[in-house]
Each structure stands twice: as structure tokens, then as C-alpha cells.
T-cell receptor, first 114, second 109 residues
Framework: DAGVIQSPRHEVTEMGQEVTLRCKPI?????LFWYRQTMMRGLELLIY????????DSGMPEDRFSAKMPNASFSTLKIQPSEPRDSAVYFC????????????FGSGTQLSVL | AQRVTQPEKLLSVFKGAPVELKCNYS??????LFWYVQYSRQRLQLLLR??SRESIKGFTADLNKGETSFHLKKPFAQEEDSAMYYC???????????FGTGTRLLVSP
């Protein structure tokens, strides 16, 4: 198993552009999480899905951020329009169905908004 | 509300010295606590969880409900322990996993 797959690995864009980050969870995992990592705030949970349904999106910074999970094997995080303060590493993670299951993280997407 | 506090951004020790990475939490119910680690150029991964009461790579962590702490300890640090360490909390039932801001451990020879 290749683990959680995220794309792209790096994204450099200009302020105002739309950015789409992609994630493929591990097969059989029914929970998917999007986190943002910054020096100041560490790892912040943006949103998580259970069985493709968004459960908690209270961490989504503002309306410019949106996330979807159209099926069990794919999720996207979109930022439109992007701003320099969105620059961070965005991680996707998945876990199996159980409350104490560990999270498996992807390699992350390094986003730079100029 | 769930909250995890890691007061130290950076902890620098010499090889062979004891290490304690602090983690305090705030949660009204019975939490599940975890330590995750991110080595250089590797993915974030689970190090240990409190319910397992295990020692991984020489690290242990005890949940102290009275002090609401889950400090990570190792008696003798090794250079390969240098990494970013995150403490995380999950509330009762299926709820989100909340992370602290992380502590970078640097072990010098």
C-alpha cells in the first residue's frame, strides 16, 4: 500500500489564484482529515469526513476554503481566492473506522502563495 | 472544547541526557492521548498512545488526569531522536484529533 497520497507535493501560485489540493486515502479507511501546518500554529485541523460526509468543518479559516469528498477514495481542498497567509503545508490523513485508530498521514503539499 | 498545549517550541539536549517533552490538555471528558513524531523528510507518524502503556524507541508517556498532562519522556536521548513531536487529543467517541503546536527536539552529539 502506497499510503495516503497527496498531490501536488509543491504548489507555488500568485495571490488571487485558485488552488486545489488532492488526497487519496488508504483503501478501507473511512475517515479523512485535512490539517494545515505552520510554524506559529503547528497542526490545525481544518475539516474531517466520516464515510464521505463532512463531520466538523469548524477549523476551516473562512469561506475561501472548501473541501469535498465525492467518494471513498478521493478528497479535495480548494482555496479560492488564495492569499499569502494561506502559505503552509497541508496534510491529509486517513484512519480506519474506530475511535482509537491511529492516523496515517500523507507527505503533505507545500503551498506558497506569492 | 479540546485543547492541547506544548509550551516548548524547541528543546535542545546532549546525547545521553534525559528528555521530557511537556504536554498539557484541556478536556471535560475522558480523553485519548497520543504522541506523533515527524522525522526529517518523513511523514508524520504515531509514536505512542496512552491506552497502550507501551514504550516505543525508549519513549514513555503517562497520562496524569490530576495534572491533565501527558509528558513524553526518555531517560537517554539519542541523536536519531531529533524530530518534531506533536501531542494530540481525541475526545470521547469519534471526535476530531486535536494537535498541539509541536516541540522540536534537537539532540546534539
Amino acid at each position: 500500500d502506497a499510503g495516503v497520497i497527496q498531490s501536488p507535493r509543491h504548489e507555488v501560485t500568485e495571490m488571487g489564484q485558485e488552488v486545489t489540493l488532492r488526497c487519496k486515502p488508504i483503501s478501507g479507511h473511512n475517515s479523512l482529515f485535512w490539517y494545515r501546518q505552520t510554524m506559529m500554529r503547528g497542526l490545525e485541523l481544518l475539516i474531517y469526513f466520516n464515510n464521505n460526509v463532512p463531520i466538523d468543518d469548524s477549523g476551516m479559516p473562512e469561506d475561501r476554503f472548501s473541501a469535498k469528498m465525492p467518494n471513498a477514495s478521493f478528497s479535495t481542498l480548494k482555496i479560492q481566492p488564495s492569499e499569502p497567509r494561506d502559505s503552509a503545508v497541508y496534510f491529509c490523513a486517513s484512519s480506519r473506522p474506530a475511535t482509537n485508530e491511529k492516523l496515517f498521514f500523507g507527505s503533505g503539499t507545500q503551498l506558497s502563495v506569492l | 472544547a479540546q485543547r492541547v498545549t506544548q509550551p516548548e517550541k524547541l528543546l535542545s539536549v546532549f546525547k545521553g541526557a534525559p528528555v521530557e517533552l511537556k504536554c498539557n490538555y484541556s478536556y471535560s471528558g475522558s480523553p485519548e492521548l497520543f504522541w506523533y513524531v515527524q522525522y526529517s523528510r518523513q511523514r508524520l507518524q504515531l509514536l505512542l498512545r496512552h491506552i497502550s502503556r507501551e514504550s516505543i524507541k525508549g519513549f514513555t508517556a503517562d497520562l496524569n488526569k490530576g495534572e491533565t498532562s501527558f509528558h513524553l519522556k526518555k531517560p537517554f536521548a539519542q541523536e536519531e531522536d531529533s524530530a518534531m513531536y506533536y501531542c494530540a487529543l481525541r475526545g470521547t467517541g469519534f471526535q476530531k484529533l486535536v494537535f498541539g503546536t509541536g516541540t522540536r527536539l534537537l539532540v546534539s552529539p
